[in-house]
């Protein structure tokens, strides 16, 4: 089944506890972003990934990481969280290097940090 | 970048009748603009997308125009269900097309 898989799907840890979501999708997708979403803000990009090894800054990256070392896989790092970083994230991808196509998102992560 | 607006306060319809939701953008006109639909705690799962030179596109009992003059584009669901409740958010692309900008959101509601 063609999908885009993200781990773990709730995550409640500590300020400074260094983490890392995962997101994988199955379709040989060029195209790979991540969002958060925060009431009252909606989908804000955080960074995104036109192919392996290349990846930029979306409208929120501070605080975030990323690497792109293969082409199905695009993690996001929380090397030290904080609260503000609470939120809902999702990870999506596209077929092209772009956005001229249908985006793929995944089931979201819930990510509490106290 | 682009600034999106939509409606935030909640459509509320009754089933069978046409819930029309509005997409206003306020920076250049993009060559496409998307809608998605997004269930409470769900990834936004893709509806259409329309071209500049499209001025409708249906599909199903979806129907989506896009007025580049207006800055708008409006999403219509008619014989709507109560199934059809959701979030639906629409997307413009930055001029690179590199990022996609969603809009907050106007969130359907379809009593039966």
């Known amino acids: 089944e063609a999908q885009v898989t993200q781990n773990p799907r709730y995550l409640i840890t500590v300020t400074g506890k260094k983490l890392t979501v995962t997101c994988s999708q199955n379709?040989?997708?060029?195209?790979m972003s991540w969002y958060r979403q925060d009431p009252g803000l909606g989908l804000r990009q955080i960074y995104y990934?036109?192919?392996?090894?290349?990846?930029d800054k979306g409208d929120v990256p501070e605080g975030y990481k990323v690497s792109r070392k293969e082409k199905r896989n695009f993690p996001l790092i929380l090397e030290s969280p904080s609260p503000n970083q609470t939120s809902l994230y999702f990870c999506?991808?596209?077929?092209?290097?772009?956005?001229?196509?249908?985006?793929?998102f995944g089931p979201g992560t819930r990510l509490t940090v106290l | 970048s682009q600034k999106i607006e939509q409606n935030s306060e909640a459509l509320n319809i009754q089933e069978g009748k046409t819930a029309t939701l509005t997409c206003n953008y306020t920076n250049y006109s993009p060559a496409y603009l998307q809608w998605y639909r997004q269930d409470p705690g769900r990834g936004p799962v893709f509806l259409l997308l329309i071209r500049e030179n499209e001025k409708e596109k249906r599909k199903e009992r979806l129907k989506v125009t896009f007025d580049t003059t207006l800055k708008q584009s409006l999403f219509h669901i008619t014989a709507s269900q109560p199934a059809d409740s959701a979030t639906y958010l629409c997307a413009l692309p930055n001029s690179g097309y590199s990022t996609l900008t969603f809009g907050k959101g106007t969130m359907l509601l379809v009593s039966p």
């Open positions: 990934s036109m192919n392996v090894e290349v990846t």
């Open positions: 379709m040989n997708h060029e195209y």
């Open positions: 999506a991808s596209s077929l092209l290097a772009g956005v001229s196509d249908t985006q793929y």
